[in-house]
């Protein structure tokens, strides 16, 4: 019973879906609005589940002195801290338990969670992202390496949209006549994601969506029971 | 794979060249100026076609990590609709989405009084509203298209939605004329499309990080799945140039091309490096062969 | 092939069912169709001299109010959110500023639920289709028809990697992507954990498993939890090797890169649903030494993975993994039909080149659906 009662649940649930979104008539509108609902009420949950979840495993390597606790127990602080000042004061115009706090917002000109939010949060999220220039980069230097014909390809193309996708585009080949303009790198970048680009992107769009329909079928009907953990 | 110790090196010097090409065009500006695409000028002409007062959608689905891409979107995309006289409601498929909104709603208003001191405010409740951070992606997006109300009870301020003004002619998403998603990933921008679009038929525009742009533009097609689609930093300068002002967007074009070359320049070393080892080795080879 | 003509044909007499025309009408009232019955279809052709409307609809005292005034000499108009089996009455104002006159319109329809949304069939006997050629397959391959499945180098490699972690010494990483439960390339990533965890247990690896959310956390303990136990080593497991890092995308990230750093695994597998940071966690991996193996079914992350990965899965050899690995046929049976999907995209597509070419408009009407 136990592996099958979530069976029988996930077939119910998506024939019932699946046939919903064929038939506009009622009692199947009304269906869907329902289980809408318990889903929300079920993500909800599941990020406090999620927090659970990192307070435990933090707690548990801060109390065994794990290699490192110290950063650990900084994490901590940080999900207390923010936590305790959104719960009290709220954020932007979001009222906390105290209300608008309107004394702390005269003495640090915001609120402490915005404060916190736009000083810490923001700048280290955005550093973290950045990173991403630098592999980039890096990577680059060390992969992009002209071996065969559909590298070389490739490398053509990568030059026109790099160079096409900067402001020194129209400059580089702003004196081609009206005539050619085609030949231009704005233009030329365009073509390629217009066309090539979107044509592949298509294909890749298609194969994955067949994939999903038939990773899909097989969980509805019970062939596929991966998601409930272990083996058939 | 095993990276030996040159290229520790190599790497380290690869990435102060890049620190470098990226912080000296910021400190002394080469004053470029960028070139709209149709895809960009697909989503201004969205925001331009309709008249006063028509209630649209501005989804924040973007963490700050994205900040730097998708900010100066928002603003412009809020600019334009205040313009335009549309009365923007803000939502959030990710949770740090409503203060992204609130920081742009800020900005975008000091802004617009700084260029001119007499420009209309554009006040709480009655030009824009935000109604917070929803998770379910998807699941939310059709809930929304058969009741806003449900779905959102409250805005972040705790005000029902039946007082607040704007809501009034909004009872589900169909009563919306567009939606514009500015998005970093999932839920985002594609949900958008395959509900808002797909089965309400609500007109749905975008904003992604440029990384991701390349895989919404199937849905650019006849059946206007996407009305255009704006991709990182380059179509936020983009839509900034149409409405005829040089926002963060523009200025950041400015480093973003410089190290656009420089990267090409790597490729372009790392291949001559490995043709002089490929001509190496195969020397080596035939003196060994003999 | 056989089975894709026959399924063309299905189409082209479902549109010769669903082909219709329309007289051209100056103002038309109509319960709109193939929906719920809450909304109401109004359409207007105006005379050349118009220049603004009014749309407005009647209560039930028979008193109008303004719902819609945005001009268009020709256009259309959905009020929606009506209750069903009413009828409702409407006016069109058409004012012509010019002359200083105007025409008024009037109409009335009832709302009707339909049963089926006539605009969805092209996607209803494509569905159709598709899912008759999987179960189709399935059902072979349960009768013990052999199916061929190309090799997929990814795949391959993986007993190779898990050899390699074992030789050094090392902890093997396995990151299943950084989405939800709810997405199926998470699924896909689980079965092939489950196969790692159990050669894992086999040679004695340790297998390191941080998960972005409580949901894929629990799955993945059942998963691997199930594995050791079926290689017969349930004591060997542990449940801290599967972890909770944060459900922060780039502190996730973050989280990753630094286990890799500290605990500098062989192998490093990323399988499952990856955005921005793909290239981060996988060129942090290459620094470290690591054999690294992707695979996603995102077409914007491939190329970075294809770059700084020894083996990539492409698109949807995430989703034939499972599969791949164990040779079920009831999966293979699946893969096959997904084939069979494919080559009849392919035929569709080249018909509707055709059809265009030669100016048959209705091949893509039926297809685009939608009012």
Redesign the interface.
């Known amino acids: 019973m136990k592996r099958n009662l979530p069976l029988i649940v996930a077939f119910i649930s998506g024939v019932v879906i699946l046939v919903g ?6 009692p199947f ?1 009304r269906i869907e609005s329902t289980l809408i609902e318990w889903f929300m009420i079920i993500s909800g949950f ?2 406090l ?2 927090q ?3 307070l435990r ?1 933090n707690v548990a390597r801060v109390a065994e002195k794990a ?2 606790w110290q950063y650990y127990l900084a994490g901590l602080i940080s999900f207390g801290l923010m936590l305790a000042f959104g719960l009290l004061w709220g954020m932007e115009k979001t009222p906390g338990l105290l209300g608008q706090g309107q004394g702390i917002v005269d003495k640090l000109g915001t609120k402490p969670f915005d404060y916190l939010f736009e000083n810490a949060f923001i700048p280290l ?1 955005a550093t ?2 950045s ?2 220039a630098f ?2 980069a ?3 230097y ?3 390496i002209i071996r065969t014909f559909e590298s070389n390809l490739l490398m053509i193309t990568a030059v026109i949209v790099m160079l096409g996708r900067t402001s020194f585009a129209p400059v580089l080949t702003g004196w081609i006549p009206d005539q050619l303009s085609w030949l231009r790198l704005p233009e030329l970048t365009n073509f390629i994601m217009q066309y090539p680009n979107t044509a ?2 298509r294909a ?5 969506a ?10 509805i009907l019970g ?2 029971r ?6 058939k | ?3 030996p110790e040159r290229s520790v090196v190599e790497r380290r010097i690869v990435f102060l060249l890049l620190v470098l090409a990226v912080a000296l065009p910021i400190l002394f500006p080469l004053g470029l100026k960028t070139q709209s695409t149709p895809l960009t000028e697909q989503v201004y002409g969205l925001v331009e076609s309709l ?1 006063e007062g028509v209630p649209v959608i501005i989804s924040f689905d973007y ?1 700050p ?2 900040i730097t891409e998708l900010q100066p979107m928002a603003e412009a995309v809020i600019e334009h609709a205040w313009k335009k006289g549309h009365k923007v409601i803000a939502t959030a498929m990710w949770p740090q989405g409503p203060q992204m909104a609130e920081i742009a709603f800020k900005d975008v208003q000091a802004r617009m009084e700084r260029k001119d001191a007499a420009a209309k405010k554009h006040p709480y409740g009655e030009d824009y509203i935000n109604l917070g951070y929803k998770p379910g992606g998807l699941v939310t997006i059709q809930g929304m298209g058969r009741s806003m109300k449900a779905i959102f009870p409250t805005d972040i301020t705790g005000q029902k939605y039946d007082e607040i003004p704007l809501l009034k002619p909004v ?2 998403l ?2 919306i004329r567009y939606v514009i998603s500015l998005s ?3 839920p985002g921008l594609r949900d958008w499309i395959m509900t808002a679009n797909g089965k309400f ?1 609500v007109p749905v525009a975008g904003g992604t ?1 440029a ?2 742009a ?2 919404f533009l199937p849905y650019v097609n006849d ?1 206007k799945q996407l009305y255009g689609l704006m991709g990182g930093l380059k179509g936020a300068a983009e839509y900034e140039l149409l409405l005829g002002y040089e926002g963060t967007a523009s200025l950041g074009m400015n480093p973003q091309s410089v190290a656009h070359i420089l990267i090409l320049a790597f490729i372009l070393f790392g291949n001559i490096r490995a043709w002089k080892k490929r001509k190496a080795d195969r020397l080596a080879l035939e003196a060994k062969n003999g | 092939m056989k089975s894709s003509l026959l399924g063309l044909l299905l189409l082209l007499l479902a549109f010769g069912l669903t082909g219709k025309t329309t007289e051209q009408q100056v103002f038309s009232v109509q319960d709109n169709p ?4 809450t909304s109401i279809l109004i359409e207007w052709d105006l005379e050349a001299g118009a220049d603004s409307l009014n749309l407005q609809r009647a209560d039930s005292l028979g008193a109008f109010t303004l719902i819609f005034n ?1 001009f268009a000499r020709e256009g259309r108009f ?1 009020d ?2 009506l209750s ?1 089996g009413q009828e409702y009455s409407y006016r069109l104002i058409a004012y012509n500023q010019v002359r200083g006159d105007s025409l008024i319109y009037i109409g009335s329809a009832r709302t009707k ?5 006539m605009n ?1 069939l092209s ?2 006997i494509l ?1 159709l289709l ?2 008759g050629a ?2 189709y397959y ?1 059902f072979s391959a349960r009768r013990g028809k052999e199916l061929f499945i190309r090799r997929i180098g990814g795949l391959d490699s993986m007993d190779e990697a898990i050899g390699r972690a074992t030789e050094k010494g090392k902890p093997i990483l396995f990151v299943p992507g950084i ?3 709810g ?2 390339q998470t ?2 990533a ?2 092939i954990l ?1 196969h790692l965890a159990y050669k894992s247990a086999e040679y004695g690896t340790e297998l390191l498993v941080p998960c972005r ?3 894929v ?7 691997v ?3 050791y136990l ?1 290689a017969g080593k349930p004591d060997a497991y542990r449940e801290e090797s599967v ?2 890092v ?6 996730f ?2 989280g990753v890169d630094g286990i890799m750093l ?1 605990e500098q695994p062989a192998a490093n597998f990323f399988l499952g ?1 990856f ?3 793909s ?2 966690l996988t ?1 942090t991996g ?2 470290t ?1 690591a ?2 193996t992707a695979g996603t ?6 190329p ?1 993975f294809v ?2 990965c ?1 083996y990539t899965l ?3 050899e ?3 993994a ?1 599969a791949y690995i164990s040779r079920d046929p ?2 293979l049976g ?2 096959k ?2 084939d069979f ?2 080559l009849l ?1 392919i035929l569709l597509v080249l018909f509707g080149v055709i059809m265009e070419i030669i100016g048959a408009g209705w091949f893509k009407k039926f297809f ?1 659906g ?2």
């Open positions: 979104g064929f038939i506009p008539r009622d509108p599941a990020i589940l999620g659970a979840s990192l495993m290699p490192n999220s973290m992202f990173l991403l592999y980039i890096s990577a680059a060390r992969a992009f592949a992107q890749i769009l298609i194969s994955a067949l994939g999903i329909v038939g990773a899909s079928l097989r969980i062939i596929e991966s998601y409930l953990g272990g083996g | 794979m095993k990276m008249p963490d990590s994205t009872r589900t169909k009563d970093a990933g999932d038929n990080t990384v991701s390349p895989g059946q | 193939w929906d719920d019955g945005e959905i929606s959110s069903t639920a339909q049963w089926f949304d969805k996607l209803l569905l598709v899912c999987i179960l399935i989405s939800d439960l997405d199926i699924i896909a689980l079965n489950s959310f409580s949901m956390l629990s799955a993945a303990r059942e998963t939890k199930e594995a079926k972890f909770y944060t459900d922060d995308q780039f502190g990230v973050a500290r649903a955005w921005a940071e290239l981060i060129e290459f620094g030494g054999i690294q079914g995102q077409p914007h992350q491939i970075f770059v700084s020894d492409i698109g949807e995430l989703y034939a499972s009831q999966q699946s893969l039909g997904h999907g494919k995209v685009e939608g009012s």
